[in-house]
């Protein structure tokens, strides 16, 4: 560049110290470590209702687990954005705007910036569908989730209603119909490996990020594999087996 846009006062008052970063980030992984225990709160709770088959209470937890997992995913990306000898002051600052508009615009600036750690991924075409790959991870597993979880904080737990508000949204409906723990469950464990790949970009950037990436990649293609055909009853029935091995 040969020259650099003035910094507004705003963007000088929200200036952060390393030391404010390192502490922000403590603060949030306490944050994300209890949301953690929440989440395996609940979902021991779904499973005991699963036991019982008590369809009504594992829907309405299976929605609150669609909600906390939601919630994680925001804790998660400041805790992600404010990572020691990460991000510098000014780029945190400009992740956080792109946020501000809108959830995809956070995500997107945060993973451009991290790239262009390791490189100018817009003329390196093995950079870009490194790219590529993680933001179609993002809008699948953080994205549309994050569609249904405003749905549901909105009331619309059975019918999701069309942005205006005047008539139903049937797909979201359907989608709001077919949630259920497994697939919730899913998006934790995606968002885990997707917290590692851009972690390994920004902070070790030009080798913790090569040697990582494929190794991160590779487990989370492998679990996308394995999981792929997992289904509410296949745990209904593994949740009876061990009632029925408790029992014995």
Not at 19 to 34: A, F, G, H, M
Request: proline fraction near 2%; include cysteine.
């Amino acid at each position: 560049m040969t020259g650099s846009s003035p910094v507004s006062p705003s963007n000088i008052k929200n200036q952060m110290t390393r030391q404010e970063i390192n502490d922000l980030y403590v603060l949030q992984s306490r944050n994300v470590r209890r949301l953690k225990q929440v989440q395996a709160n609940l979902i021991r709770d779904i499973n005991f209702c699963l036991k019982k088959n008590d369809d009504f209470q594992v829907e309405v937890k299976s929605k609150l687990l669609a909600l906390l997992y939601c919630t994680l995913s925001e804790a998660q990306f400041i805790q992600i954005v404010h990572t020691p000898d990460g991000f510098t002051s000014a780029e945190i600052q400009t992740i956080k705007s792109a946020k501000n508009n809108k959830l995809e615009d956070g995500w997107k600036t945060m993973i451009d910036l991290a790239m262009n750690k390791v490189g100018d991924w817009s003329n390196n075409t093995d950079l870009t569908n490194r790219r590529n790959s993680i933001l179609k991870i993002i809008d699948e597993f953080i994205i549309k989730p994050s569609v249904l979880r405003n749905k549901i904080a909105h009331g619309q737990w059975e019918f999701a209603l069309n942005r205006e508000n005047t008539k139903q949204n049937e797909d979201l409906t359907n989608q709001l119909s077919n949630l259920d723990i497994v697939q919730i469950t899913k998006w934790f464990k995606i968002h885990q490996f997707m917290a590692l790949i851009v972690r390994d970009l920004i902070q070790s950037p030009k080798k913790g990020f090569h040697n990582n990436y494929w190794v991160n990649l590779t487990s989370l293609e492998q679990y996308l594999e394995t999981s792929k055909n997992w289904t509410l009853q296949n745990r209904k029935e593994r949740v009876a087996k061990k009632k029925q091995f408790d029992k014995s």
